[in-house]
């Protein structure tokens, strides 16, 4: 598929932190892509445990109940494989676990565009965002440079799983206040609410008003009746970056980052299915 002129989709991949993320901000651009022959990969990073308020709720039902519906919404858009990683929901940190895990399954499909949310989105709009939202994007950052586009960088990947380095053609990230980039997804914005309302444990009817005028109001600058909006990234498909950003990014000051703080480690197979 031909995004544009210069960005040609075979592959696609949304790496999230629960089930629903990817519907919120992505799914009329996924289920579209999809109709248009992209085969596209789901990997959520969390098993969905946190998400309720119900005192008799148990993390262990209401994680099978958001892994059914998450397999459920992504087959309604057409998405042909989903990778529950399975790491505690809530706890989520940008760990070497978390890293490898997550370019252990870029690596593995080889998307020519990713997608994620914008880990430098924090608050606005009356709204905190989720830590593990913030993680999961950062995870997909640290996967792009260097985790699984590097060879030396969790080499057991390639000497052990012999998972070649693999980076995408582009990153996608959903964006809310200012996008560099507008999808019009007038024509399967009711597969994208379908696919929404079956995470039946989060979101109800009430919801589709809301998220039809956040969509309505993404289309206006493009007179689209409906869209959704992304800052994207290309990236050279060598997966080097030009001499010019080499030569700035020397330049640049390093920020120190804190330490990441231990997750809870999935079982060592993510889950998959089909």
């Known amino acids: 598929m031909k995004f544009d002129k210069t960005l040609d989709v075979q592959r696609a991949m949304a790496i999230y932190a629960h089930p629903d993320d990817a519907e919120f901000g992505m799914a009329g651009t996924v289920a579209k892509w999809a109709k248009a022959g992209v ?15 119900d005192p008799d709720m148990t993390r262990e039902r209401l994680r099978d109940i ?13 998405v042909r ?57 950062e995870v997909v ?22 998972l070649e380095p693999h980076k995408p053609k582009a990153l996608f990230l959903m964006a809310f206040g200012e996008p560099d980039t507008i ?13 929404l309302l079956a995470h039946r444990s989060q979101i109800d009817e009430d919801s589709v008003d809301f998220i039809k ?19 994207v990234l290309r990236f050279e ?7 010019d950003a080499r030569r700035e990014g020397r330049r640049a000051p390093q920020a120190r980052g804190r ?3 231990r997750s809870t480690t999935p079982s060592p197979r993510a889950r998959r299915s089909r």
């Open 39 to 53: 085969e596209f990969t789901y990997c959520m990073v969390t098993n969905g445990a946190s998400g309720s308020q």
């Open 66 to 78: 958001r892994a059914a519906e998450q397999s459920e919404a992504a087959k309604i858009l057409g």
């Open 81 to 137: 494989n989903v990778v529950f990683l399975e790491f505690e929901d809530g706890y989520l940190e940008p760990t070497i676990d978390v890293r490898r895990a997550v370019a252990r399954q870029i690596r593995i499909h080889r998307p020519d565009v990713i997608f994620t949310m914008d880990p430098t989105m924090r608050y606005g709009g009356g709204y905190v965002n989720h830590p593990d939202h913030i993680a999961a994007a």
């Open 141 to 162: 950052l640290r996967s792009i440079n260097p985790d699984a586009s590097t060879r030396q960088m969790l080499p057991e990947l390639w000497q052990k799983e012999q």
């Open 183 to 195: 999808v019009d997804v007038s024509d399967v914005v009711d597969v994208k609410i379908k696919a």
């Open 213 to 231: 005028g956040w969509m309505k109001e993404a289309g206006k600058k493009k007179r689209y009746a409906y869209a959704e909006g992304f800052k």
């Open 237 to 243: 498909e060598d997966g080097a970056p030009p001499r």
């Open 259 to 261: 330490r990441a703080s």
